[in-house]
């Protein structure tokens, strides 16, 4: 059976090739294959503009379609350093740490401006050259997965005044990636209003009002005795203060005559050391000034004739104040016989010889 099988395909074989019918199917077929390549680049070059402007487009779109982010990618953290608003000149630095978590360029726009205003807060300096301030806000394009620190420094100068004892200031961060933008929540530092603190020191015989408080002859007489009123003042605005120290010591020529009378505190007198001393532990909260006053004498005698004689040396104030966290001090001012700070005797120190002389 095999053999007839073999056989037979052993003549169809020889009569197709003895016939030469392989070469009408060789030619049939390579005709075949020149119409299909035909047909095949008509069909591309009349399809071409929908397959670019569809198919190539939406496949390209598809592969570089940019994320999109559903929050900012982007750290901003501001940290102010410890300040407090005193003079115009005042200024305002901040430590800004930043971190682009995205693959592509962010935009951002930081702006402040006091509380309750609309004025821009002026840029004074910035210590990252990347970012630049033209028009007052913070602006700058952080690269991919770019990360920094920076410094800003803001000026207070002629911003609006503050009347209590805080200063408020509002920021706003504003982000842009491609079509996305983010506006963080309005952030609120808040600082102190560090208070004012001033120390009058004076010998009079009368009052501003023109009220006598001292006795005796102006100027002073040889062996006449001659009292003045010494007073210490302190006017604090803003400050919450405590542990306030006043101190003197007396002048060799002068008498301890005693307490005339305060608002606060205590007075006291060393004698061994000639020493004055005002203490007040707490100063009451709503209170603006504190004062004490004393009564020195003088008897000159016939040696300080045309001498001005000193009444007080030279002293010291100090006063904490935790408001501000700082320690207020300074020199109280020598007090003499010329009442340099009595408008109607000022200059009338100069000991005088006796009636009689």
Known sequence: MIRKIIAR???RYQRFYAQRHWRLALDLGIILLILVLAATWWLIHSWRPLIDNHFWTNLSTFSHKPATYKTMPLAWQVKFKPVVISRADEQLTAEITYENKADRVIAINYICHPDGSEQVLPIQEVSDSRFSWPDGPLIAELGPRQSGQLIVVW????????????????????????????FQPEQEFTFKKIGSVRVLAGAYFYTVDGDQVGIG??????GLPTSYLVTWTLENSGGDLSDVQFSAKLADSAVWQGEAGMTGGTLSYDADNRKINWRIAEWPQDATQKQASFYVSITPDQTMVGQIIPLIQTGEWRAADSWSEKTWQGDLPALSSNLDYDSRTKGQGQVQAGLNQ
């Open 9 to 11: 395909w052993q003549r």
């Open 155 to 182: 000026n207070w100068h002629n911003q609006p005044a503050v009347t209590g004892r805080q200063v408020k200031v509002v920021c706003l961060l504003q982000a842009n990636l491609a079509s996305q933008n983010w």
């Open 217 to 222: 002859p102006i100027p002073p007489i040889v």
